[in-house]
Protein backbone atom coordinates (compact mmCIF):
# COMPACT_ATOMS: atom_id res chain seq x y z
CA UNK A 1 0.00 0.00 0.00
CA UNK A 2 1.60 3.47 -1.13
CA UNK A 3 2.23 6.10 1.74
CA UNK A 4 -0.60 8.41 0.31
CA UNK A 5 -3.31 5.44 1.01
CA UNK A 6 -1.64 5.06 4.82
CA UNK A 7 -1.94 8.55 5.53
CA UNK A 8 -5.31 9.18 4.37
CA UNK A 9 -7.04 6.26 6.32
CA UNK A 10 -4.97 7.25 9.67
CA UNK A 11 -6.56 10.60 8.84
CA UNK A 12 -9.96 9.02 8.42
CA UNK A 13 -9.22 6.67 11.47
CA UNK A 14 -8.58 9.94 13.45
CA UNK A 15 -11.34 11.39 12.57
CA UNK A 16 -13.94 8.76 13.19
CA UNK A 17 -12.55 7.83 16.67
CA UNK A 18 -12.96 12.03 17.58
CA UNK A 19 -16.62 12.15 16.29
CA UNK A 20 -17.03 8.36 18.29
CA UNK A 21 -15.69 10.41 21.40
CA UNK A 22 -17.69 13.77 21.27
CA UNK A 23 -20.88 11.56 20.71
CA UNK A 24 -20.38 9.40 23.85
CA UNK A 25 -19.24 12.07 25.89
CA UNK A 26 -20.29 15.91 24.57
CA UNK A 27 -23.80 15.08 22.98
CA UNK A 28 -23.99 11.83 25.03
CA UNK A 29 -26.05 9.99 22.37
CA UNK A 30 -26.37 6.68 24.02
CA UNK A 31 -27.73 7.75 27.32
CA UNK A 32 -31.38 7.19 27.63
CA UNK A 33 -33.54 10.30 27.28
CA UNK A 34 -34.75 12.20 30.47
CA UNK A 35 -38.14 12.97 28.57
CA UNK A 36 -38.45 10.43 25.57
CA UNK A 37 -39.90 11.52 21.80
CA UNK A 38 -43.32 10.63 20.54
CA UNK A 39 -45.46 10.85 17.83
CA UNK A 40 -49.11 10.75 17.89
CA UNK A 41 -51.31 9.94 14.66
CA UNK A 42 -54.67 10.31 13.79
CA UNK A 43 -56.50 9.09 10.64
CA UNK A 44 -59.85 8.99 9.14
CA UNK A 45 -60.63 8.75 6.11
CA UNK A 46 -58.21 11.47 3.96
CA UNK A 47 -57.62 13.42 7.39
CA UNK A 48 -54.36 12.79 8.63
CA UNK A 49 -52.94 14.57 12.13
CA UNK A 50 -49.49 13.96 13.97
CA UNK A 51 -48.32 15.76 16.67
CA UNK A 52 -44.62 15.39 17.23
CA UNK A 53 -43.65 16.38 21.04
CA UNK A 54 -41.17 15.31 23.98
CA UNK A 55 -42.82 13.43 27.00
CA UNK A 56 -41.06 14.75 30.55
CA UNK A 57 -42.18 12.74 33.93
CA UNK A 58 -43.70 13.76 37.10
CA UNK A 59 -41.06 12.16 39.51
CA UNK A 60 -42.98 13.47 42.48
CA UNK A 61 -42.43 17.00 41.82
CA UNK A 62 -45.41 19.75 41.39
CA UNK A 63 -46.08 20.54 37.66
CA UNK A 64 -48.11 23.03 37.46
CA UNK A 65 -47.70 26.36 39.04
CA UNK A 66 -44.28 25.44 40.04
CA UNK A 67 -42.30 23.66 37.28
CA UNK A 68 -44.70 25.19 34.73
CA UNK A 69 -45.69 28.38 36.09
CA UNK A 70 -48.74 29.79 35.36
CA UNK A 71 -49.70 32.52 32.73
CA UNK A 72 -46.21 32.19 31.12
CA UNK A 73 -45.73 30.59 27.61
CA UNK A 74 -44.88 26.99 27.44
CA UNK A 75 -42.93 25.15 25.13
CA UNK A 76 -45.86 21.83 25.70
CA UNK A 77 -43.79 19.20 26.70
CA UNK A 78 -39.51 19.06 26.80
CA UNK A 79 -36.27 19.84 24.60
CA UNK A 80 -37.78 20.66 20.84
CA UNK A 81 -40.73 22.15 20.17
CA UNK A 82 -43.81 20.34 19.91
CA UNK A 83 -45.28 20.29 16.60
CA UNK A 84 -48.87 19.91 14.96
CA UNK A 85 -49.16 18.64 11.64
CA UNK A 86 -52.09 18.42 9.35
CA UNK A 87 -53.31 17.69 5.61
CA UNK A 88 -56.75 19.17 5.47
CA UNK A 89 -58.32 22.51 6.95
CA UNK A 90 -59.45 22.45 10.21
CA UNK A 91 -61.83 24.07 12.47
CA UNK A 92 -60.54 24.77 16.07
CA UNK A 93 -63.40 26.36 18.22
CA UNK A 94 -64.72 28.06 15.55
CA UNK A 95 -61.26 29.15 13.85
CA UNK A 96 -60.22 27.87 10.85
CA UNK A 97 -56.76 26.29 10.52
CA UNK A 98 -55.48 25.83 7.08
CA UNK A 99 -53.58 22.63 6.12
CA UNK A 100 -49.36 22.77 7.27
CA UNK A 101 -47.23 22.25 10.14
CA UNK A 102 -47.03 24.80 13.27
CA UNK A 103 -45.73 24.66 16.18
CA UNK A 104 -47.96 24.31 19.86
CA UNK A 105 -47.50 26.38 22.56
CA UNK A 106 -49.45 26.69 25.39
CA UNK A 107 -50.40 29.07 28.64
CA UNK A 108 -51.43 26.43 31.65
CA UNK A 109 -53.48 28.75 34.06
CA UNK A 110 -55.47 27.63 37.11
CA UNK A 111 -58.85 26.82 34.90
CA UNK A 112 -58.14 27.11 31.32
CA UNK A 113 -55.39 27.09 29.38
CA UNK A 114 -54.56 28.70 26.36
CA UNK A 115 -53.71 26.88 23.16
CA UNK A 116 -51.62 28.05 20.63
CA UNK A 117 -50.94 27.47 16.74
CA UNK A 118 -47.95 28.71 15.54
CA UNK A 119 -46.70 29.13 11.83
CA UNK A 120 -43.00 29.74 12.23
CA UNK A 121 -40.98 26.48 13.29
CA UNK A 122 -38.66 26.28 15.87
CA UNK A 123 -35.64 23.87 16.57
CA UNK A 124 -35.71 23.60 19.85
CA UNK A 125 -38.58 24.57 22.60
CA UNK A 126 -36.53 27.42 24.69
CA UNK A 127 -33.24 29.20 24.70
CA UNK A 128 -30.09 29.30 26.67
CA UNK A 129 -31.79 31.21 29.46
CA UNK A 130 -34.52 28.55 29.44
CA UNK A 131 -37.35 31.06 28.12
CA UNK A 132 -39.49 30.13 25.59
CA UNK A 133 -38.70 30.58 21.72
CA UNK A 134 -41.85 31.29 20.67
CA UNK A 135 -42.68 34.51 18.49
CA UNK A 136 -45.91 35.59 19.23
CA UNK A 137 -45.74 37.36 15.22
CA UNK A 138 -46.55 34.26 13.72
CA UNK A 139 -49.64 32.92 16.12
CA UNK A 140 -52.17 31.54 13.09
CA UNK A 141 -54.91 30.91 16.21
CA UNK A 142 -55.18 31.30 19.78
CA UNK A 143 -57.91 29.56 21.93
CA UNK A 144 -58.68 29.26 25.41
CA UNK A 145 -60.35 25.29 26.81
CA UNK A 146 -61.33 24.50 30.27
CA UNK A 147 -59.12 22.73 32.44
CA UNK A 148 -60.42 19.19 33.65
CA UNK A 149 -59.06 18.16 37.11
CA UNK A 150 -58.14 14.00 37.03
CA UNK A 151 -58.73 11.84 40.11
CA UNK A 152 -55.04 9.91 39.47
CA UNK A 153 -51.88 11.71 38.35
CA UNK A 154 -50.45 11.50 34.42
CA UNK A 155 -46.65 10.67 35.49
CA UNK A 156 -45.74 11.17 32.11
CA UNK A 157 -46.82 14.27 29.73
CA UNK A 158 -49.24 12.86 27.51
CA UNK A 159 -50.81 14.61 24.31
CA UNK A 160 -53.42 12.05 22.39
CA UNK A 161 -56.23 12.27 19.88
CA UNK A 162 -59.72 10.96 20.78
CA UNK A 163 -62.46 10.38 18.55
CA UNK A 164 -64.70 8.09 20.95
CA UNK A 165 -67.78 10.37 20.83
CA UNK A 166 -67.74 10.96 17.50
CA UNK A 167 -65.96 14.61 18.14
CA UNK A 168 -62.64 14.66 17.56
CA UNK A 169 -60.88 16.18 20.51
CA UNK A 170 -56.58 16.59 20.90
CA UNK A 171 -56.25 15.85 24.63
CA UNK A 172 -53.25 16.97 26.45
CA UNK A 173 -52.66 15.44 30.47
CA UNK A 174 -50.07 15.75 32.84
CA UNK A 175 -50.25 15.26 36.55
CA UNK A 176 -53.96 15.86 37.92
CA UNK A 177 -54.67 18.23 34.73
CA UNK A 178 -56.09 17.40 31.53
CA UNK A 179 -57.67 19.40 28.56
CA UNK A 180 -59.53 18.93 25.76
CA UNK A 181 -59.27 20.82 22.29
CA UNK A 182 -62.10 20.25 20.00
CA UNK A 183 -60.75 19.46 16.37
CA UNK A 184 -63.87 19.73 13.53
Not at 113 to 120: D, L
Not at 158 to 172: E, G, R, V, Y
Amino acid sequence: MNTFLKRILILLSIIALGLFLYSVFVENIFAARLSPKDTVEFKLNDLELEVFYNRPYKKGREIFGALVPYNQVWRTGANEATTFETNEKLEINGMPLAPGKYTLWTVPKDSTWTVIFNSKQYKWGVNAEMQPMWDPNYDVITTEVPVQKLEKPVEQFTIAFDNSTDHLFLTMAWDVVKISLPLK
